[in-house]
């Protein structure tokens, strides 16, 4: 919980009260290249969400870099996770996105797997191959070396060796609960996943979500000024009542308004729902004296969180729950991915209402995220330049505040949380736990260079 | 709330029909992407029925049939005349950085297809379309395409659109964003 001490290491995000980072670290093979080695390849990366694979027999294709994998619903109710490659001759098996399959067969000599991933049949088995039948569980298919599933989130990591999901997410998982059980039946997605590929470092996108809320009043001003939701402009300005809780919950930033479900566009059943839905301790957090709704976040290294809404119709406020994930495809590329979830007992109207309020601000046409892609995108071309990534990124915001002005000692979750969303903590933790992981093994090479800029030693 | 919306495809045209009728859409088509192309969006707005539904769904790859691609439930776009009338007024504002300087957008229409009539002299029309965005000084174009299935309405006399579907081809969109509308 929070304390003075705490507040400290808030603002000493950074190792040794460092403000700055390299901004080489957005587009250098090199970093990518070890970006790849300690943090996607070790790390949990998210993979689906259970309710895009609902009935025994469903699948979807995801990745993690470029291994493409299955992620499936045994007949057995169990889901499971294989790389999608033919244990014959290593051809992509599966080549759709997703469906229902009873079988996956590789078209180019016919072997055959069942959705638990076990060899089925191989064309001209025997006697060519052996006269008594191939070795099926030598041959099946690779599973994914760790899955977790949790609160309903699949993850995978490419390392068979690690820390559990549970234990990685920490005080996280208590944040993630606010989403996950304020319905008794949990969420599930409204269809699969916008996907589409933006020119901007990975990270560029990651810490918009982990600690950005500064950019809202004038990246946003085109919709704050043709009144796409309540706030105006004037309530992002200092100390407005767009001003909101940071909390840093793990490997995770989550941000909260100051604001009840109801004046975020919940409509009073769902409201009533949530709070006799959730556990205490979130409930009491979010219903307590001074209401409190969660509005969006990160989990590092690459999954965001958003809560937000907007008028589908004069003065019809709607929220959604969008989620999503910025896959990278090279050290300037990202493919992104963004799924928008509902509450399972939420009615028909509402989730077309949720959808339409997503579309209509984020994702590929929103009106919000449009601008987004324009800075992220025009930012990786300011920073990528030679003598420009010598020019350090400024994670200063927030150093202005006094110690007992951020303090929340009586806040009831867990994690370090500020009385304020107009901080960079959040940028800082990101890069913070990003340098952590740089550094640590397979290879003792350190990322950083000492005096410069950027990195510790 | 999973399901798949099936393409409207144009398999059954009635050839007698379309001549007069398909350059009048042809033209309707035209003169809504000149509007577009050239930032006119008022004149766009205008050529709007005012219960218009304008969806493009997102697709993902299916084995069987391309038709069943098309998710009933998750959308790029899915509006009415409020938000586009939103999305509009949002790029007159002077904050619409994705469009501030303006980008080059193309809308190329071909293939138009007059596929049904209604009584009241609405028309059911098919098209491809391709978008080319170019922006800055960049030389990279980007691009989109797909099918569009539309139904025009006649109020007062003059053709409005009335509902659209796109469905484009790519699954994973290969733009930033789309900054103007299919």
């Keep these: 919980m929070t304390a003075v001490e705490d507040i400290a290491d808030v603002r000493d995000g950074l190792p040794a009260g460092r403000d700055t980072v390299r901004s080489e670290i957005y587009s250098d093979p090199g970093i990518w290249s070890r970006e790849r080695e300690r943090i996607f390849e070790p790390g949990w990366n998210f993979l689906a969400h259970e309710s895009e694979i609902p009935e025994p027999g469903d699948f979807v294709v995801r990745y993690i870099l470029e291994d493409s994998i299955i992620v499936s619903r045994g007949r057995d109710g169990t889901i499971r996770a294989f790389l999608n490659v033919c244990r014959h001759r290593s051809m992509l098996l599966c080549r759709a996105e997703g469906g229902s399959a009873r079988k996956f067969v590789c078209p180019y000599h016919g072997w055959s797997y069942d959705m638990d991933g076990r060899l089925s049949s191989l064309p001209l088995e025997r006697p060519y191959f052996s006269t008594s039948g191939v070795d099926r569980e030598e041959l099946s298919l690779r599973p994914l070396p760790r899955l977790g599933v949790t609160e309903g989130f699949v993850f995978g990591s490419l390392a068979s060796e690690g820390e559990p999901l549970e234990e990685y997410l920490g005080d996280f998982a208590w944040y993630l609960a606010i989403h996950t059980r304020r319905d008794p039946q949990g969420l599930e997605v409204l269809g699969p996943p916008q996907r589409w590929i933006v020119r901007n470092n990975w990270k560029i996108g990651a810490e918009n979500f982990a600690g950005d809320s500064y950019h809202a009043q004038y990246t946003h001003r085109s919709v704050l000024e043709i009144g796409l939701h309540p706030n105006s402009p004037k309530d992002f300005q200092g100390r407005g ?40 301790p979130q409930r009491d957090l979010l219903f307590g004296d001074e209401p409190r709704w969660p509005t969006g976040g990160h989990l590092f290294p690459n999954l965001s969180f958003l809560n937000a809404g907007a008028f589908v119709a004069e003065r019809r406020l709607v929220p959604f729950l969008n989620v999503r994930l910025w896959r990278p495809l090279d050290a300037e590329t990202i493919e992104t991915w963004s799924w928008v979830l509902v509450e399972k007992s939420a009615s028909p109207s509402f989730r077309r209402d949720s959808m339409r309020s997503y579309v209509l601000t984020f994702g590929t046409t929103g009106t919000e995220e449009q601008d987004d892609v324009e ?27 006094r110690e007992e002005e951020l303090a929340m000692p009586s806040f009831g979750g867990p994690g370090t949380a500020v009385a304020t969303t107009y901080t960079d903590a959040g940028l800082r933790r990101f890069h913070q736990l990003w340098e952590r992981a740089m550094a640590a093994p397979p290879s003792a090479a350190a990322v950083a260079r000492p005096d410069d800029a950027g990195v510790p030693a | 709330m999973t399901g798949t919306a099936r393409a409207e495809l144009p398999a059954e045209v009635d050839l007698e029909v379309a001549p007069g009728l398909e350059t009048e859409a042809t033209r309707f088509l035209y003169r809504e992407a000149a509007a577009l192309d050239s930032g006119n969006f008022d004149a766009w707005l205008a050529m709007l029925a005012p219960d218009i539904q ?5 697709r993902s790859t299916r084995y069987g049939r391309a038709d069943e691609e098309f998710s009933a439930t998750s959308f790029h776009f899915d509006e009415d005349l409020f938000s586009l009338t939103m999305r509009v007024k949002r790029l007159a504002t002077r904050f619409a950085w994705a469009e501030d300087p303006p980008s080059r957008n193309r809308h190329m229409v071909t293939n138009v297809l007059v596929t049904a009539v209604s009584a009241t002299g609405a028309l059911k029309v098919s098209s491809n379309l391709l978008l080319t965005r170019s922006r800055f000084d960049e030389s990279r174009t980007e691009s989109l395409s797909g099918a569009r299935s539309d139904v025009l309405e006649r109020i007062d006399g003059r053709l409005r659109l009335a509902r659209r579907t796109v469905f484009l081809d790519q699954t994973t969109l290969p733009v930033g964003s789309i900054t103007t509308f299919l």
């Design chain 1, 241 to 280: 009542k767009r001003d909101g809780i940071n909390v840093l919950a793990g490997p995770g930033v989550m941000r909260l308004a100051r604001q009840s479900a109801a004046e975020r566009g919940y409509p009073p059943d769902m409201v009533d729902l949530f709070r006799s839905t959730l556990p205490a």
């Design chain 1, 375 to 401: 800075n992220f995108t025009q930012m990786q071309r300011g920073l990528a330049g030679v003598r420009a990534k010598d020019v350090p990124q400024q994670l200063i915001m927030g150093r202005g505040l």
């Design chain 2, 54 to 58: 304008y969806q493009v769904p997102v």
